[in-house]
């Protein structure tokens, strides 16, 4: 399968700790190509997720609770999802949850017995393999000797390296899978001969599974009953005094690389694309289970012209900020800005060749990395201040390659200043590293307001992107990503509605309008997504050969605000220039048609896609001031995906229609009915995350 997206389940049951642990490591293996994204029961009911999900991960938890949220019409979609190739990833109660049958601690207070819908194992998942189990405490948790048989494993033996095969992994209240010995089962981890019956604690059960990969029609599940997806400095020494597990947390330090690459083996097992980075012995900050530091976010004049303007701006922006008091480093005083989400602390730029634009030692004090540790219950709550650092730059002070390595200040200003365009682009600010670049214009409205109207944001990883509704965006390094600030009038020939549309033709048509550059295969997907046509590498066991599609490369976020007849609008923007992850980029493109077509077309850097791109917006804003939507609507048609397209209705009882064009006064699709080609809908999406052409709510014309 295809999809992009691994759902994590969060829903009544699940272990917070449990849950956020989770999300780390799926993140440090498959961040740079998927989006991990939380998914609840009601949107697992009533959303299309399955379209775009490359794996479902239930973790651990309770299982009744997941039986009263999903029995029925979601397990039905899952197992559904499974047969046809999806992937099924469940640790200890999302183990228990995905077997036959659960049996866990009969006899006891804590008993659950039952069977369970899903059934992906065909036997009973029984527990505790282990004693002293408590579900408020790690009481019950052990470093246990587990036994790898890599035999069984579909991965490169090189993957493993000189691994031992018996290593040291989190237990905690998982189960075993009784009699896991068939023709659709295989057992890959066991556990050592001192788990004991859970009926009968005096019996010892001789290496039981661990860990089982199910085949489910076309698909699979692996279900584990130890927690794989622990590492050593997630957890606390004070939870830990028994003398079964006083030395856990030394035992996984040691065995931390080989817990790893088992991760890293079963995700290969499953047919997805694990980043390399994390099977390494020694982690680098960036893959990591550390949130990776921000850092300081420079800001200089691009496009903006005159002594004056230029001036004003950097006087407007140092007043914001007030000293405080005694807090310096160096020559370095600390001035902040305290808005509504961050303290931005505002630093003029060191001038000189060779120098730091910042001092490192106040860059450290400042921008303190997050702590990673036990969880608590205030890690998960919304909107806590953040520190950031506004580095105030001359075009004689800008940065060189030591702080942004990643991008090239001075090219992207030389690009932009090639160009004619004035407002798009004024100032540009520019973080390696960032929370959001989105988020730090919206969640601060004092330096918002300071900000010239076109500067433009951009960094090179964003810890928290953001995406259409609950989406997460994918940052791999070589995609370009940014917020664009553009202050619109309230005019009815150019309502603000139809700006999206304009942000997502300016892209594609950026690029193709540089000479030979014209039929490169970049289209638009209503309402702002980016696509290019790619050739997908095989991703199942179907052995047809992979046929070219057209697959995302980009998308659009558009926020606004209204005061005093003008809109303030904020454009998030995330285009793949120059990463064939996670689907292609626009470079891979480019060498495709120049290898298809014998033409030297040169790959374009991501600083001056930001140029061309912000150009060409302009360009066509002016247009869109003068003249409203209507005349760029054949640059659109021309650019989309849609033409003729059939879409199915769900409020007309999926009554069939086909696609005839936009509005352009207000973006909706307009379709025909095919029963009855004189009637003309609007069409608007219903407001799932997944697929904005699945579930389409009509208004007649």
């Known amino acids: 399968m295809a999809g992009l997206n691994v759902l994590v389940y969060s829903g009544p049951g699940v272990s917070l700790n449990g849950h956020a642990y989770l999300l780390r490591t799926l993140r440090q293996f498959l961040g740079h190509r998927y989006a991990i994204i939380t998914i609840s029961p009601e949107t697992l009911r009533t959303e299309p997720w399955e379209s775009k999900a490359a794996m479902l991960v239930v973790p651990g ?9 999903m029995n029925g019409e979601i397990n039905q979609r899952i197992k559904a999802w499974v047969n046809k190739g999806g992937r099924y990833m469940g640790i200890c109660a999302g183990g228990y949850y995905a077997s036959s049958r659960c049996e866990f601690e009969p006899g006891t207070d804590k008993e659950v017995i039952g069977d369970r819908e899903l059934a992906f194992y065909s036997g009973t998942c029984l527990g505790c393999a282990y004693p002293e189990f408590n579900y408020k405490s790690e009481e019950g948790a052990r470093a246990v000797e587990a036994t790898v048989d890599r035999s069984m494993f579909r ?19 998982g189960g075993f899978f009784v009699g896991a010995e068939d023709e659709n089962t295989k057992v890959l981890v066991r556990y050592p001969s001192d788990v004991t019956n859970p009926y009968d604690r005096s019996q010892q059960v001789n290496s039981p599974a661990a860990i089982v990969s199910c085949t489910v029609g076309k698909g699979i599940a692996v279900l584990s009953g130890l927690h794989i997806e622990y590492a050593w400095d997630f957890l606390a020494p004070s939870s830990y005094t028994k003398p079964y597990n006083r030395n856990l947390i030394s035992l996984m330090r040691n065995h931390d690389a080989f817990r790893r690459r088992l991760f890293g083996a079963i995700l290969t097992h499953m047919k997805l694309a694990v980043d390399a980075n994390a099977l390494d012995d ?33 006087y407007a922006l140092n007043k914001l900020a007030i000293a405080q008091g005694n807090c310096s480093v160096g020559n370095t005083a600390d001035r902040v800005f305290q808005d509504v989400a961050d303290d931005i602390h505002v630093v003029t730029a060191v001038a000189g060749v060779g120098k730091r ?17 036990p969880v608590s219950a205030t890690e998960v709550q919304p909107d806590s201040r953040k520190h950031s650092m506004l ?41 390696d590293t960032t929370r959001s670049t989105q988020t730090f214009f919206e969640k601060n409205p004092g330096l918002l307001a300071q900000l010239p109207d076109g500067t433009v944001n951009v960094a090179t990883i964003q810890l928290a992107g953001r995406g259409r509704g609950r989406n997460a965006w994918i940052s791999p390094v070589g995609c370009l990503q940014f917020t664009l600030l553009i202050r619109h009038p309230n005019m009815k020939q150019a309502p603000v509605v139809m700006m999206q549309y304009l942000m997502s033709l300016a892209i594609v048509e950026s690029i193709k309008a540089q000479p030979g550059y014209e039929d490169l295969p970049l289209r638009l997907k209503w309402p702002n997504d980016l696509y290019a046509l790619h050739t997908p590498v095989e991703d199942s066991d179907d052995e047809s050969s992979p046929k070219p599609t057209f697959v995302k490369i980009g998308g659009i976020l558009v926020n606004s605000s209204y005061k005093s007849g003008e809109f303030t609008l904020l454009f998030g923007c995330g285009i793949n220039v120059a990463n064939a992850l996670p689907t292609t980029s626009i470079n891979s493109v480019i060498r495709d048609y120049n290898n298809a077509n014998g033409t030297r077309l040169e790959t374009i850097p991501v600083e001056r896609a930001l140029a061309l791109i912000t150009a060409k917006f302009e360009e066509l804003y002016r247009q869109f001031l003068a003249f409203g939507f209507k005349p760029l609507l054949d640059a659109y048609y021309r650019n989309w995906l849609h033409t003729d397209q059939e879409v199915a209705l769900t409020d007309r009882s999926y009554e069939k229609a086909r696609v005839i064009g936009i ?10 009915s095919l029963s009855s080609p004189t009637t003309v809908y609007s069409l608007q999406p219903d407001g799932n995350s997944f697929d904005m052409l699945r579930g389409l709510i009509s208004r007649k014309v």
């Open 61 to 69: 938890g309770r299982d009744l609770p997941y039986v009263a949220e």
């Open 155 to 173: 991965v490169p033996e090189s993957l493993w390296r000189s691994d031992p095969k018996a290593i040291r992994l989190h237990y905690n209240g």
């Open 282 to 314: 020694q982690i680098d900050a960036a893959h990591s289970m550390r949130v990776p530091t921000v850092t300081p976010t420079f800001m200089a004049p691009a496009r903006a012209s005159g002594v004056s303007a230029v001036a004003s701006t950097m």
């Open 357 to 373: 634009r910042v001092d490192p030692e106040y860059q450290k004090l400042v921008l303190q990395p997050d702590d990673v540790g």
């Open 391 to 431: 580095v105030l730059c001359t075009p004689e002070a800008l940065p060189d390659s030591n702080e942004t390595p990643r991008f090239d200040m001075r090219a992207a200003i030389k690009f932009m200043q090639a160009m004619k365009a004035h407002t798009a682009g004024s100032w540009l600010m520019y973080s």
């Open 663 to 672: 509005s352009a006064s207000d973006g909706q699709l307009q379709v025909c």
